[in-house]
């Protein structure tokens, strides 16, 4: 399995195939604890100035991760995802080194190996040596809600950040109350759907448990989680000028972001069997039909009819279920 960005989720993934119980092991997490914090300081200006030092980190990340997974007993599969993992870690250490063009045609390689590669080889693909994976459902489905929920609330912080604070009129103060029912939405969306998930996987055998499992936390999860920070960029700029369009770019940021992250949403009902597929994909049409409101009419009202869809998506899924459509993943309730 490869580890999509962010770099997280194949954590939860080795957490939960090799529990840190001792010390070396707790130490090697306390690296890549460091790794991660190390490319945590870089992003801001990765593929300018600290490009270098959000290698050295990832690459930290990606070694610890490969290490401890040689310690387990899926250590053939750790020789499928291991080259790709270093391989993109590598390309980005390259991207560090240099300047220009080449640093984002570095990045975009590093992206497709690791990200996208391994799917399109059938000799190596994850859902085939993905049976060696010893899942604990339960403890997946909590770590990766956790995620979600650590990713929807950077979208919050995003809101305060675009906020003109030293030009708040009743519009501006508006759109920052009327933003934050987005990622409320979404938390919804999402964690409608964990209770189902964790059934479904708690019922497979080992080896379908873990191909299901493959699928449904690295490719899912890899378009939702993209969605949800194409979302915050939109919501930056909504906020920043709620009365007046956004303009294509963030606009398609909005839309597109809220559209890609239920794409996500249905690939997930579809590989658990649960729900109709369906309805998320005709709200993410719908979705992506109003970016012209944000780019030519007016942010706010774009968000409004953005909101407006999801929102009429899930009180159609609570009729249909008889009631109320309710989170049930404990993360949920973190």
Not at 177 to 193: G, Q, R, S
């Amino acid at each position: 399995m490869p580890s999509p960005p962010p770099e997280n989720s194949g954590y939860a993934w080795l957490s939960n195939h090799v529990p840190p119980r001792r010390p070396a092991g707790k130490l090697l997490l306390f690296a890549g604890m460091a790794g991660f914090l190390l490319t945590a300081v870089a992003i801001p200006d990765a593929f300018t100035g600290s490009g270098l030092l959000f290698a050295i980190g990832y690459l930290i990340v990606v070694t610890v991760h490969t290490t401890l997974f040689t310690r387990s007993t899926a250590r053939a599969t750790v020789r499928g995802f291991a080259p790709y993992n270093l391989a993109a870690a590598l390309l980005v250490l390259a991207a560090g080194l240099l300047s220009g063009p080449a640093v984002y045609v570095l990045w975009a390689a590093a992206i497709f190996v690791q990200s996208m590669l391994p799917y399109l080889l059938p000799s190596h693909s994850w859902l085939r040596v993905a049976a060696s994976f010893r899942v604990v459902p339960a403890h997946l489905v909590e770590r990766h809600g956790l995620l979600v929920i650590v990713a929807l609330g950077e979208t919050v912080v995003t809101i305060g950040m675009g906020a003109p604070l030293n030009h708040l009129t009743p519009t501006t103060v508006g759109a920052i109350v009327l933003a934050l029912a987005l990622p409320a939405a979404l938390w919804w969306t999402y964690f409608t759907e964990t209770g189902a998930t964790q059934a479904a996987l708690d019922r497979a055998d080992r080896g379908p448990r873990s191909r299901m499992s493959v699928h449904i936390y690295s490719l899912a999860h890899f378009a939702l989680l993209l969605g949800i920070i194409a979302t915050a960029t939109g919501l930056h700029a909504t906020v920043a000028h709620p009365d007046a369009p956004t303009g294509w770019p963030a606009a398609l940021a909005l839309s597109g972001g809220v559209a890609l992250f239920l794409v996500g949403i249905a690939d997930i009902r579809r590989v658990v069997r649960h729900g109709r597929p369906a309805s998320r994909l005709v709200t993410a049409a719908l979705v992506l039909a109003t970016v012209p409101i944000g780019a030519y009419l007016n942010a706010s009202l774009h968000l409004v009819v953005v909101i407006a869809s999801v929102t009429a998506m899930l009180v159609v899924d609570g009729h249909r279920a008889g009631g109320p459509t309710r989170p049930v993943s404990r993360a949920a309730r973190t």
